[in-house]
């Protein structure tokens, strides 16, 4: 009777293949990380758009103001606007009496969105709460708001080479549209491309 042959890896085989495992997964992780990012650009961006319209098409079917605000706490049984132009942090949708008016109890609130930290959405300080007429118009005039990937805990997202930002662009008429940021593969211009104009 021959000699049995044990198979299997020996230990030199064994560390060639970790190893060339670890590198594909090195060179595969930035590709997937960036392919999370335009996801989430691109759905949080289709999100936005349809609240817009939904504002819109509400203050024109029944004939009042309907305005939308950031919130700290979308969650909250008596959610608040918060005094921010960052709409990442959740926004409300709601009737009001008057334009640019704050959320209050006897508003009717129409949407509630929470919280979205993997991306920035930010509206110019002057216009920290956007509001439609009951003729469906912007109160505030033409506006923009600017929706990009965040990286980590900084605050402002960035429009880069691999995952562009998205702009929010809110005509006068309270029509609006969506178009894609400049790209960058600075940080400084990249951030900038993001920041809102005051």
């Known amino acids: ?3 049995r042959t044990a198979n299997g890896f020996t230990l030199i085989e064994m560390v060639v293949t970790v190893t060339v495992l670890a590198v594909l997964a090195g ?15 691109a759905s949080q961006s289709n999100e936005f758009l349809g609240t817009l319209r939904l504002a819109r098409t509400t203050a024109i079917t029944r004939s009042v103001f309907v305005s939308i605000c950031p919130t700290l706490d979308a969650a909250a049984d008596e959610p608040e606007c918060a005094v921010s132009s960052d709409y990442a942090t959740g926004y409300l949708v709601y009737t009001s009496t ?18 979205t930290p993997a991306v920035s959405l930010r509206a110019p300080s002057a216009n920290k709460i956007l509001t439609f007429s009951p003729r469906g118009a912007s109160t505030a005039g033409t506006v923009s708001l ?4 965040r990286r980590g805990s900084e605050d402002i997202g960035e429009s880069t080479l691999r995952v562009s930002g998205r702009r929010f662009d809110i005509q006068a008429s309270g029509r609006a549209g969506l178009v894609e940021l400049p790209k960058s593969a600075s940080s400084d211009a990249a951030a900038g491309y993001c920041t809102p104009a005051s």
């Open 146 to 149: 600017l929706l990009c990937a």
């Open 1 to 3: 009777m021959g000699r």
């Open 98 to 115: 008057a334009p640019d008016k704050a959320f209050t109890a006897g508003d009717e609130l129409i949407k509630v969105s929470q919280a």
């Open 27 to 41: 060179l595969a992780a930035p590709s997937f990380i960036d392919f999370m990012h335009r996801n989430q650009v």
